[in-house]
């Protein structure tokens, strides 16, 4: 069974600051690693996905680095702002096929 | 991205009622479609795999006989909590896979309140 490890649990951050959600997975043999954006009381909406043949992907103000030797991937969210706050869950494949793990998720506040 | 419906919203029902959400994938076609249980300020849980044309895959722990699922065409799977207790109330959230691109896409939810 795939884990994935993600922290840090909450974040606070400033307006216009930058945001950093890390997270860490074992070993697997595919090559997709997703993160969702979710909002009280709705599903989650897939944010940016990223896979490991490349080191960074960035899309607008959302970037995902990613360690295939360290088996880490992160968040960046460029200057935050307050419509970002929200929880935020990586994932990745597990158990062969389509199946996704998901991290515990991170709550991101950005305060004015 | 590609839309995923849920239906209904929200729902409340006595205990000892059946209730069924669909879950509609509106642009694509989706041979596997995802159930997922999310509790307050937690991850989402994988309840079970529904893949057209055959039988649920459930998880280890989730009883395939109360959570009923069925896959029946390549836009819509179903999802029935039957005899519902108080302790099934939760967030359902579904989710429909892409192939082509390897993505999962989610639905709104279904916020499921047992009296």
């Known amino acids: 069974q795939q884990q994935v490890k993600q922290s840090p649990q909450s974040l606070i951050v400033q307006k216009g600051g930058i945001s950093i959600i890390n997270c860490a997975y074992e070993?697997?043999?595919?090559?997709?690693f997703p993160w969702y954006q979710q909002f009280p009381g709705k599903g989650p909406a897939l944010l940016i996905a990223?896979?490991?043949?490349?080191s960074e992907k960035k899309e607008g103000r959302f970037t995902i680095s990613f360690n295939k030797s360290a088996k880490q991937f992160s968040l960046h969210i460029m200057d935050s702002q307050p419509g970002d706050s929200a929880t935020y869950f990586c994932?990745?494949?597990?158990?062969?096929?389509?199946?996704?793990?998901f991290g515990t998720g991170t709550q991101l506040k950005v305060e004015l | 991205g590609a839309v995923v419906s849920q239906h209904p919203s929200r729902v409340i029902c006595k205990s000892g009622t059946s209730v069924k959400i669909e879950c509609r994938s509106l642009?694509?076609?989706?041979?596997?479609m995802f159930w997922y249980r999310q509790f307050p300020k937690q991850s989402l849980m994988l309840m079970a795999t529904?893949?057209?044309?055959?039988?649920?895959?459930?998880e280890q722990g989730v009883e395939k006989d109360k959570f009923l699922i069925n896959h029946a065409s390549l836009t819509l799977s179903t999802l029935t909590v039957t005899s519902a207790h108080p302790e099934d109330s939760s967030f359902y959230i579904c989710?429909?896979?892409?192939?082509?691109?390897?993505?999962?896409?989610f639905g709104p939810g279904t916020r499921l309140t047992v009296l």
């Open positions: 642009d694509f076609q989706a041979t596997t």
């Open positions: 989710s429909a896979w892409r192939g082509a691109y390897n993505e999962q896409f």
């Open positions: 994932a990745a494949p597990t158990g062969g096929g389509n199946k996704l793990t």
């Open positions: 070993n697997t043999a595919f090559d997709y």
């Open positions: 990223i896979r490991p043949d490349v």
């Open positions: 529904s893949n057209e044309g055959s039988k649920a895959t459930y």
